[in-house]
DNA sequence: CCGAAAATGACCCAAACAGGCTATTGTCCG
DNA sequence: CGGACAATAGCCTGTTTGGGTCATTTTCGG
């Protein structure tokens, strides 16, 4: 298993590289300070230790960069901080794991061997952050307002996918006018005035 | 820390209560093997693992009610498939672990232990499953259309929140007239043909 | 079996919107 | 300097939408 490490404080670097070494399964390929050192001797590794910050280029900036030119590498963010944006902003751009390094070295060589056997790694304070984006939308919206009624939702989808009334009665088989009165209860039940603002709550609140 | 277990699996649900027991750590509160027959008797436990296949109400139909019935009760999901529209809806539903029976004894004291100190619990190829719904949409986004100026994109952003083009324009300090031609460069863009079409592209490929 | 809620349908009207065309100004790049 | 593009602004026309009010039928729970 070929490894590389991005990290600029020295002196963690080395920690990394001494766990690494350790272990004759893990072949330290690369060792840098720098994403714009990495770049000028890549390495072919198969999982890279990234930490966010970095003098120069960003790790969250490289991330993007790295899986493109090096497809199939999987990258591993190492930092100190389990800022919900960072962590999201990582995710997004194709991250394999998210470790903080704090965590016991046994656990940093758990994350490498587990994104290697084709997992993702997150700890389990990350991995609580990532499941809020999903499952707070569902939990604070069906409190407030009313319940849509089953046809009402039928229409709420046709409308987010951008349907006009008038496609909307010849889909579900009944008059223009009777979309027109659901819509109503739509947005009366919403409290929106307008199918873009309709669209919006129904998208972001996972109504649809 | 008082545990609780739904489980329908004779076997190996007294597989659990034999490797809960075995630590003082843990407390086991209540094992059944029903939703239905823990609602009888509720045991006011920390963590339920719960399994997803049950005679009866399903665990994930159980989900929300036992989150809305017991708030603060951490809910692991245990489970034979590790199937993707099962995670994500256990996930939509609050659960805080997902993890697969076939995992090591250890691994499921561990996701007990990681929820009750408030992380989630999650099988690294659980965990790839869920971060792959982050990145996927963002790389196949920015490919195909063209790319929206900066004022086209804060005219969307705007659109995209129900704002209607006369108070568009007073917020830029332009003219409506000014507004609409940028809106018609913007669904020229997207492909789009009304303001619904627009904040459901925009919402759904991250534009905004 | 009765009443509430939901689904269906209609009319009107003012406002908003979508699409077509043209034009001026500024900026940036080759 | 000249062309490309973005941002600004106007006009016109037909369509769609949002809001108001009313009425019939169906469905479901007490």
Chains 1, 2 share one sequence.
Do not use: W
């Not at 399964?25 to 990234?50: C, I, N, R, T």
């Not at 056997?117 to 389990?124: D, I, K, N, S």
């Amino acid at each position: 298993m070929k490894i590389s490490i991005i990290e600029d404080h020295t002196e963690f670097r080395h920690s990394l590289e001494f766990i690494i070494g350790s272990f004759s399964d893990f072949q330290l390929m690369s060792s840098v300070g720098s994403v714009e050192a990495y770049l000028q001797q890549p390495a072919d590794a198969e999982v890279l230790l990234l930490d966010i910050n970095l003098p120069g280029m960003s790790g969250l900036d490289a991330l993007p960069l790295l899986k493109k030119r090096f497809p199939g590498l999987k990258v591993i963010m190492l930092t100190i901080l389990d800022d919900d944006q960072h962590i999201m902003t990582a995710i997004c751009r194709g991250a394999d794991g998210y470790i903080l390094k704090k965590s016991q070295p046994q656990k940093i060589l758990d994350a490498v061997q587990q994104v290697y056997e084709g997992g993702a790694a997150l700890t389990p304070l990350v991995a609580r952050q990532v499941l809020a984006f999903f499952h707070k939308p569902v939990t604070h919206s069906p409190s407030q307002q009313e319940a849509l009624t089953a046809r009402e939702l039928e229409i709420l989808a046709l409308i987010t996918n951008g349907v006009n009334t008038e496609k909307i009665a010849a889909n579900l088989f009944i008059s223009p006018q009777t979309v027109r009165n659901h819509i109503k209860n739509i947005y009366a039940k919403l409290q929106v005035h307008s199918r873009a603002q309709a669209v919006s709550k129904a998208l972001r609140e996972n109504i649809v």
